[in-house]
């Protein structure tokens, strides 16, 4: 069975869709399992508490990847190409939070057939993530 997100022709500026991602340990365990980055601010509490963060952090890339999953899966979701994305990243997250990412269409261009979506990820509703995102969604009938 196909999956098929929104076509380009069917995006509303404005329009928003949000998924909630929980951070365990697990998670950062993995993450750092299959990107390499096995920085021990992530993974060994010990040096962690020797930072200014005083206990381990979520990878931010990992916040990138939620962002990815919004965009991938929700808006515009499957079949939607990726050209950019900018992070800015604001708080720590750390284990036991939740990720909230909202991403929200803010400008199409009807002539390259992109859509430009602003990405938020917030902890407990505060920005930890601030973003844009650059996306070329199918088109119908192409």
């Known amino acids: 069975m196909s999956k098929q ?8 500026i404005g329009e928003t869709a949000e ?5 365990t340990e697990a998670v950062i365990e993995k993450f ?4 390499g980055d096995d920085n021990p601010v992530h993974l060994d509490e010990a040096f962690a508490k020797t930072t200014s963060f005083g206990t381990r952090i ?12 919004v965009v991938g899966t929700k808006l ?14 604001r708080r720590p997250v750390k284990i036991g939070d939740v990720v909230v990412v909202t991403a929200r269409v803010t400008a199409l261009d009807a002539e390259k057939g992109r859509a430009t979506i602003e990405t938020v990820c917030a902890v407990d509703g505060k920005a930890v993530v601030e973003g844009e995102a650059l996306i070329m969604p199918p088109r119908r009938g192409a």
Do not use: C, N, W
């Not at 750092?32 to 990107?35: G, N, Y």
């Not at 979520?58 to 999953?69: D, E, K, R």
């Not at 950019?84 to 990243?89: E, G, N």
């Open 58 to 69: 979520a990878h931010g890339m990992l916040s990138g990847g939620f962002i990815s999953a």
């Open 19 to 23: 998924m909630r991602f929980p951070v």
């Open 5 to 12: 997100g929104k076509y380009f022709e069917d995006l509303v």
């Open 32 to 35: 750092a399992e299959v990107s």
């Open 76 to 89: 515009p979701g499957y079949g939607s190409i990726y050209l950019s994305q900018t992070m800015r990243f």
